[in-house]
């Protein structure tokens, strides 16, 4: 009994620090979001606001001549549900394929797939671009949309879920004449779904966060989406840590409040056997 109240207790307090060092950062940006630039420059590391101030906010939200954050948001919200509505698409296609449907090399071919999450991403930063570029794309919602449309780890993760569905389901429904394409829909969407709901939640946060792409093919600051943009706050306010930390607060919060809404649903999807009963 004592050691597994010692285990208990230092599994508490391993996850009690990880905690305070996610949550730290979170709340010292959002009491930093309330102070004045002059107190920050002034009076150094301070945990309160000298003087409680939202200025920041309506300096960051409201001007619209250099930093139209609204537009920002537009284009991050567009790109991110589209990108996660075609992931899906193209995920549970391609994951059906190489679970069920026999073709000649099918195994190979899926090794080969997985063979390429070996090489970083950024070594096909030039090529990707040079295809982007050559099919007009630059500076538009489709260069942020379309690469990161079939995203290999997705694929294997619902492949690996649909093992575990019983091939039963898919010879009952063949003899009574069913399609592979009606069982795909009928029979094998419904019990996909808590993976599905991972790969989801998975796909609209790496839209939205991802910098480095976007970065890339966007140079026009009208349709860039908010996680660069926050790269042009932070120089057009220079040194001003209040108002770059004020922007950075307010580009999390979809994220934060996605996570709010369905935290239920992903941590019960995150049980991947729990797609199949009986």
């Not at 010692?6 to 949550?23: E, H, I, Q, R």
């Not at 991050?76 to 069920?100: D, E, H, K, N």
């Not at 995203?151 to 010879?171: A, H, S, T, W, Y």
């Amino acid at each position: 009994m004592k050691k597994k109240s010692s285990a208990k207790m230092v599994s508490f307090l391993f996850l009690l620090v990880m905690g305070l060092l996610w949550v730290i950062p979170i709340l010292y940006t959002f009491l930093t979001s309330f102070k004045l630039e002059a107190d920050l420059q002034s009076n150094g590391f301070t945990i309160l606001p000298i003087h409680w101030v939202i200025t920041n906010y309506q300096d960051v939200l409201f001007n619209n001549t250099s930093a139209p954050l609204a537009k920002w948001f537009m284009n991050s919200f567009i790109i991110s549900i589209s990108q996660t509505i075609l992931v899906l698409i193209v995920v549970s296609l391609a994951a059906f394929g190489y679970a069920r449907m026999k073709f000649k090399g099918r195994n190979t071919l899926f090794l080969f797939l997985m063979a390429t999450m070996m090489f970083p991403s950024v070594v096909n930063l030039i090529p990707l671009y040079k295809i982007i570029d050559s099919l007009g794309w630059v500076n538009s919602y489709l260069a942020a949309i379309v690469p990161g449309a079939a995203g290999v780890f997705n694929i294997f993760l619902v492949r690996q879920f649909l093992m575990g569905i019983p091939k039963e389901f898919d010879e009952s429904a063949r003899v009574d004449g069913a399609t592979d394409f009606q069982i795909f829909i009928r029979i094998i969407l419904p019990l996909i779904k808590p993976v599905l709901t991972v790969v989801a939640l998975f796909t609209f946060t790496g839209a939205w966060n991802d910098f480095l792409w976007p970065s890339i093919v966007f140079n026009d600051v009208e349709k860039m989406p908010i996680t660069p943009g926050l790269q042009l706050i932070q120089g057009m306010y220079a040194l001003d840590i209040a108002h770059a930390l004020t922007a950075a607060l307010i580009a999390i919060v979809p994220t934060f409040v996605l996570y709010l809404l369905t935290q239920k649903y992903f941590i019960e999807s995150l049980s991947l056997s729990s797609g199949v009963k009986g």
